[in-house]
T-cell receptor, first 113, second 113 residues
Framework: GAGVSQTPSNKVTEKGKYVELRCDPISGHTALYWYRQSLGQGPEFLIYFQGTGAADDSGLPNDRFFAVRPEGSVSTLKIQRTERGDSAVYLC???????????FGPGTRLLVL | AQSVTQPDIHITVSEGASLELRCNYSYGATPYLFWYVQSPGQGLQLLLKYFSGDTLVQGIKGFEAEFKRSQSSFNLRKPSVHWSDAAEYFCAVGGTSYGKLTFGQGTILTVHP
């Protein structure tokens, strides 16, 4: 079956702009996770959803970052007033339920100029 | 808090040689442990996982890992490396207490012909 998909694959924006990153999880997976991977580092947890609700958003770095999952499937990660330090690969993962094996998408590479 | 240490940032082996990648973790309960592989421009692919039971787990592509609770380790091994194994490898810890994964910094594997 289809895996996790993320769009766009690459996004270049200017400092101060707003961006949205989209994640389509594997069908039937109730848990969805966002991670951020900076150059030379392992992925770092941002937020995860169980269904429509954000069950843990402790990894969001500040209030410029926000994520939604209104219908319990597709999720959008929103970044306001982007900064150069936001440049990274944003990874999405999904799992059947909380605590189960996570399957990752290919990521969105964000570059803030 | 959970954490993962991968002591080796970069390992080089010759094709056909054996491989061991080290991973040490810190976790307050029974951990779920994972190894993922990431090729350039690709998403994270799950190699293997340990949830419970037999401490020696087999994964895809001929990889195996052994969970050693007394040493808080989950080292990845392969008896004979192929050139296509060149990639970056990430160890991660999670569990039912914490749905999110915590990743190590990664180990880059280079394979010489």
């Amino acid at each position: 079956g289809a895996g996790v998909s993320q769009t766009p694959s690459n996004k270049v924006t200017e400092k101060g702009k707003y961006v949205e990153l989209r994640c389509d999880p594997i069908s039937g997976h109730t848990a969805l996770y966002w991670y951020r991977q900076s150059l030379g580092q392992g992925p770092e947890f941002l937020i995860y959803f169980q269904g429509t609700g954000a069950a843990d958003d402790s990894g969001l770095p500040n209030d410029r970052f926000f994520a939604v999952r209104p219908e319990g499937s597709v999720s959008t990660l929103k970044i306001q007033r982007t900064e150069r330090g936001d440049s990274a690969v944003y990874l999405c993962a999904s799992s059947l339920s909380w605590g189960e094996t996570q399957y990752f998408g290919p990521g969105t590479r964000l570059l803030v100029l | 808090a959970q954490s993962v240490t991968q002591p080796d940032i970069h390992i080089t082996v010759s094709e056909g040689a054996s491989l061991e990648l080290r991973c040490n973790y810190s976790y307050g309960a029974t951990p779920y442990l994972f190894w993922y592989v990431q090729s350039p421009g690709q998403g994270l692919q799950l190699l293997l996982k340990y949830f419970s039971g037999d401490t020696l787990v087999q994964g895809i592509k001929g990889f195996e890992a052994e969970f050693k609770r007394s040493q808080s380790s989950f080292n990845l091994r392969k008896p004979s490396v192929h050139w296509s194994d060149a990639a970056e490898y990430f160890c991660a810890v999670g569990g039912t207490s914490y749905g999110k994964l915590t990743f190590g910094q990664g180990t880059i594997l280079t394979v010489h012909p």
